[in-house]
């Protein structure tokens, strides 16, 4: 695998850390309601739950490889029609006002906080396609395992250090009006970067 290639992995996993979803909502009403200790802890839990859906992407698509390799055609390109979706999707919806309500119970302790942002992940199976269509587009088939852990290091580093930042973010009155008055334009500026990127995967 080439630094370019492991490179573009490492922004593509960012852009799916970033990608608006209940992760981030998690991280930005934890970071309201308890801080951004517990909003740390929880962070953690998301990025152990991203290396969880990366895994079995991996792995996976390791068997797709050797035993059907025109699948993985037709896996590019549904993981990059999904992404080009996606960034649709948070286009149309940019104007609409952040939803903070949330009926779960919030963490008390760091335990707890861990836990639910590992749940919360895991009960999220955007991640698993968003990981398959970046593994299919930027890791080739002969990758050595050690580069695997490299990467799977990458993502539970960006899902962690992003969602950390949004709940630092949100714990914080003076920043948290700002981001919310920012909304649209940081949505749709996302949401068109998502579709090109979708375009690449699908186009490689």
């Known amino acids: 695998m080439t630094l ?3 490179l573009a992995f490492a922004g593509l996993s960012l852009f799916a850390a970033v990608s608006p979803g209940p992760a981030v909502l998690m991280s930005a009403r934890t970071g309201l309601t308890e801080g951004f200790r517990t909003g740390a802890m929880l962070a953690a839990g998301i990025g152990a739950g991203a290396v969880v859906w990366a895994s079995a992407a991996m792995f996976g698509l390791n068997i797709l490889f050797a035993a059907a390799p025109a699948l993985l055609w037709a896996l590019k390109i549904l993981g990059g ?14 104007p609409e006002k952040l939803d903070m309500t949330d009926n779960r119970p919030v963490p008390r302790s760091a335990l707890s906080a861990f836990r639910l942002g590992l749940f919360t992940q895991l009960a999220n199976p955007k ?6 269509a970046i593994f299919l587009g930027t890791v080739p088939p002969e990758t050595p395992l050690w580069v695997y852990g490299a990467l799977l290091a990458v993502i539970f580093l960006n899902e962690t250090i992003w969602n950390t930042l949004v709940a630092r973010i949100f714990s914080l009155d ?3 009006n700002g981001y919310i008055s920012l909304k649209t334009i940081i949505d749709r500026s996302f949401g068109g970067l998502l579709a090109l990127l979708g375009i690449k995967v699908a186009a490689t």
């Open 4 to 6: 370019a290639a492991f």
């Open 81 to 94: 029609g999904y992404l080009i979706w996606m960034g649709w999707k948070l286009w149309k919806s940019a």
């Open 127 to 132: 991640p698993a396609v968003m990981f398959s």
């Open 174 to 176: 003076r920043t948290r």
